[in-house]
């Protein structure tokens, strides 16, 4: 049964970099031709989709975040990663890595928690 | 871009009333319309894909619809449990959009 947990700093300063792994267990990410995504949560409020990156390799981001936002995937380290370019306090979140491409029936991560403050 | 828009943003109801959300999309999106669950520190939880299928081992008190730009979904004899923040999802073009949520407090 496959398992995600987010990892990267918790603090980052505004004008840096955000960078996540999603580290998956339980099963080989290079298996089952799954695709990944970010999804985060600012504090009390709703849900923003940040991108996904498929079975192809082939990433999409939404609009507001495009040029920031990278993923990758590395299949020795059974990882997905996630780096977010020149943070502002908006960026302060919950990130999440969630399993899927059109829904997210799971697994998700628990989700963890970047501030972005001096 | 296609807009969610969901509706109440929150509401009050009590154990064993029959609630109603709502989410509308700007465009037509045929079906493509998932609901999700999240309680607080939590992650969210699919409940409804493809605007009507309930997913593996949600409760039978979760119904939805619709298609085009209408969608519904209704939770019948409300539990304590059900108490959470309410999100639809469209999926299309590579794109993924949220509803902005909609908390549902239990009496």
């Known amino acids: 049964q496959l398992q995600l947990q987010e990892s990267g700093s918790g603090l980052v300063k505004p004008s840096q970099t955000l960078s996540l792994t999603c580290i998956v267990s339980?099963?080989?990410?290079?298996?089952?031709?799954?695709?990944w995504a970010w999804i985060r949560q600012p504090p009390g409020k709703g849900l923003e989709w940040i991108g996904s990156?498929?079975?192809?390799?082939?990433?999409y981001s939404t609009p507001s975040l495009k040029s920031r936002v990278t993923m990758s995937r590395d299949r020795s380290k059974n990882q997905i990663s996630l780096n977010l370019t020149s943070v502002t306090a908006a960026d302060t979140a919950v990130y999440y890595c969630?399993?899927?491409?059109?829904?997210?029936?799971?697994?998700w991560g628990q989700g963890i928690l970047v501030t972005v403050s001096s | 871009d296609i807009q969610m828009t969901q509706s109440p943003s929150s509401l009050s109801a009590s154990v064993g009333d029959r609630v109603t959300i709502t989410c509308q999309a700007s465009?037509?999106?045929?079906?493509?319309l998932n609901w999700y669950q999240q309680k607080p520190g939590k992650a969210p939880m699919l409940l409804i894909y493809d605007a009507s299928n309930l997913h593996t081992g949600v409760s039978s008190r979760f119904t939805a619809s619709g298609s085009g730009t209408d969608f519904s979904l209704t939770i019948g004899s409300l539990q304590p449990e059900d108490a959470a923040t309410y999100y639809c999802?469209?999926?299309?073009?590579?794109?993924?959009?949220f509803g902005q949520g909609t908390r549902l407090e239990i009496k």
């Open positions: 990156i498929y079975p192809s390799e082939k990433t």
């Open positions: 339980g099963g080989s990410i290079s298996s089952g031709g799954y695709s």
């Open positions: 465009q037509d999106i045929s079906n493509y």
């Open positions: 999802q469209h999926y299309g073009n590579f794109r993924i959009t």
């Open positions: 969630a399993l899927g491409s059109a829904f997210f029936a799971g697994p």
